[in-house]
């Protein structure tokens, strides 16, 4: 158990329809970053929250949007969802924002689009 | 061209060999992170590199920073180790803690 939550573990949903996906990271870490995984793609960084701010931002749609919160719990919200948003979302965390630090994982959202 | 490659894609052992997991990376890194994700999808982290090595238990990873290459070694494998192993790199402290990954190899170790 690395300490990060996700909720929920399973989502399935309609095309068209909005989503939010849920982290909460381990005790103490101020990071939270957010990770897509697919068949065709493999794992991809999204995007990287640190202490309430944006830190770092991948190849995440404008669809797409997150946030951390005051209590550093994060939100991945998926809106006009699409077939290929099916997926693997994970979460991490990890203390700081440092570029040499282990970052723990949640145990992930799976999402299908119908 | 991915910025990190791994190979093999896919390896199948007989329980007791000893593995070897590559990675090469074209990009300028802060730190190599090896990953191992169960079929259950869960991911775990196993090393943390910058240089050198590191060991852990039946584990062992290098990095040569020159060459841009790191390896995973497991010795003694055992059907257990049957899981992805992802390689994944830092592209720089001043970029927070972005990952790229590479594609993953497959091990499945046979009794």
């Known amino acids: 158990d690395s300490g990060v939550t996700q909720t929920p573990k399973h989502l399935i949903t309609a095309t068209g329809q909005r989503v939010t996906l849920r982290c909460s990271p381990r005790s103490g870490d101020l990071s939270v970053y957010w990770y897509q995984q697919s068949l065709d793609q493999g794992l991809q960084f999204l995007i990287q929250?640190?202490?309430?701010?944006?830190?770092a931002k991948g190849n995440i749609l404008e669809r797409f949007s997150a946030q951390q919160f005051p209590d550093l719990h994060s939100e991945l919200n998926l809106s006009s969802l699409e077939l290929g948003d099916s997926a693997l979302y994970f979460c991490a965390s990890s203390p700081q924002s440092a570029g040499q630090e282990t970052q723990y994982f949640g145990p992930g959202t799976r999402l299908l689009v119908l | 061209k991915n910025e990190v490659e791994q190979s093999p894609q896919n390896l199948t052992a007989q329980e007791g060999e000893f593995i070897t997991i590559n990675c090469s990376y074209s990009v300028g890194i802060s730190a190599l992170h090896w990953l191992q994700q169960h079929p259950g999808g869960g991911i775990v982290s196993l090393f943390m590199l910058s240089s050198g090595k590191k060991k852990h238990g039946r584990l062992i990873a290098t990095i040569n920073i020159q060459e841009k290459h790191s390896s995973l070694h497991i010795t003694a494998s055992h059907p257990r180790d049957s899981a992805v192993y992802i390689c994944?790199?830092?592209?720089?402290?001043?970029?927070?803690?972005?990952?790229?990954f590479g594609q993953g190899t497959e091990l499945s170790v046979k009794p």
């Open positions: 929250y640190y202490n309430g701010e944006e830190r």
């Open positions: 994944a790199v830092n592209v720089g402290s001043f970029q927070g803690g972005k990952l790229i």
